[in-house]
């Protein structure tokens, strides 16, 4: 099983952009589907987009879709997320996470009775205005 680590947040003035990334050791990268998730204070984890294991297709939940752009390397073994034109309120904690199946990343934050293979630690993203 992988272990993730994100990088790549920190504070950014809004209007700005920002690219993170996810990288993963101590497994095969290239078996499992990644998303990126984010929780803002306050409120529930919510789903960002997704993307295959090979990298050819990617989904994005409607609320994200003009901003935000998934990607990966698996030679590197490494998933980003690139956020153009950063609001204040994407201010949140952003994390990446693994499957084997696409379907559980696209629905793990609205079942109840799904969770991921494998969650990163989280890496925090403050907007200013």
């Known amino acids: 099983q992988v272990q993730l680590v994100e990088s790549g947040g920190g504070l950014v003035q809004a209007g700005g952009s920002l690219r993170l990334s996810c990288t993963a050791s101590?497994?095969?990268?290239?078996?499992?589907?990644m998303g990126w998730f984010r929780q803002a204070p306050g409120k529930e984890r919510e789903l960002i987009g997704a993307i295959t294991k090979s990298g050819g297709s990617t989904y994005y939940a409607d609320s994200v879709k003009d901003r935000f752009t998934i990607s990966r390397d698996n030679a590197k073994n490494t998933v980003y997320l690139q956020i153009y034109s950063l609001k204040p309120e994407d201010t949140a904690v952003y994390y990446c996470?693994?499957?084997?199946?696409?379907?559980?990343?696209?629905?793990?934050?609205?079942?109840?009775?799904?969770?991921?293979?494998?969650w990163g630690q989280g890496t925090r993203v403050t907007v200013s205005s």
């Open positions: 101590g497994g095969a990268f290239s078996t499992y589907a």
């Open positions: 996470g693994a499957d084997h199946i696409l379907h559980t990343l696209v629905v793990v934050t609205t079942d109840k009775d799904k969770d991921l293979e494998v």
